[in-house]
């Protein structure tokens, strides 16, 4: 298996564009993670599906940020508009059972808004 | 929600010597404590895992430990090597279903 899968690894943007980082979870896994890592405040969980449904999105910073599960094998965060302060490595990862078990990431998205 | 605090935030440590992380968590009901290993440019990858009914596990050169009673986990790293040196997590969830809360990550550095 080729294992989580992000795109971009990269993305420079300005302030105000809007910006969308991809996922493909391994498959047959039914639980899907965004997490967002900066130095002042770690791994922060954003938003989990599971079944392709959102269950919590209370990690979510603000009303800029969004989270779309379309499909099993599809997962998209999108901040529109980005900000400075948006800046940071976008995690996405996936699971068999939404997360007392082993979570495997991608790669990330290392997402710089100037 | 839970709280998982992680110490130290640095460690340097000789090739050959051991290497000790601990965590300290909040909930009483998390029963479930992975350990992750990043390195520079890639995504955390487990390395290890303990559940609660379970008091030590070891995986070749490394183990945890975990005591509920204290509500602590430690991370045991033993006859360090340089591929060791990366950035280390713990994280903590209640029974499956529950999202993991990592702790604030400690930078391991093995000098040769």
């Known amino acids: 298996d080729a294992g989580v899968i992000q795109s971009p690894r990269h993305e420079v943007t300005e302030m105000g564009q809007e910006v969308t980082l991809r996922c493909k979870p391994i498959?047959?896994?039914?639980?899907l993670f965004w997490y967002r890592q900066t130095m002042m405040r770690g791994l922060e969980l954003l938003i989990y599906?599971?079944?392709?449904?959102?269950?919590?999105d209370s990690g979510m910073p603000e009303d800029r940020f969004s989270a779309k599960m379309p499909n099993a094998s599809f997962s998209t965060l999108k901040i529109q508009p980005s900000e400075p302060r948006d800046s940071a490595v976008y995690f996405c990862?996936?699971?068999?059972?939404?997360?007392?078990?082993?979570?495997?990431f991608g790669s990330g998205t290392q997402l710089s808004v100037l | 929600g839970e709280n998982v605090e992680q110490h130290p935030s640095t460690l340097s440590v000789q090739e050959g010597d051991s290497a000790v992380i601990k965590c300290t968590y909040s909930?009483?009901?998390?029963?479930?404590f992975p350990w992750y290993k990043q390195e520079l440019g890639k995504g955390p990858q487990l390395i290890i895992d303990?559940?609660?009914?379970?008091g030590e596990k070891k995986d070749q050169r490394i183990a945890v430990t975990l005591n509920k009673t204290a509500k602590h986990f430690s991370l045991h790293i033993t006859e360090t090597q340089p591929e060791d040196s990366a950035v280390y997590f713990c994280?903590?969830?209640?029974?499956?279903?529950?999202?993991?809360?990592f702790g604030g990550g400690t930078r391991v550095l093995v000098k040769p």
């Open positions: 994280a903590a969830s209640k029974a499956a279903g529950n999202k993991l809360t």
């Open positions: 990862a996936s699971s068999f059972r939404d997360g007392g078990e082993k979570l495997f």
């Open positions: 599906f599971n079944n392709n449904v959102p269950i919590d």
């Open positions: 909930d009483s009901a998390s029963n479930y």
């Open positions: 498959s047959g896994h039914n639980s």
């Open positions: 303990i559940r609660s009914n379970v």
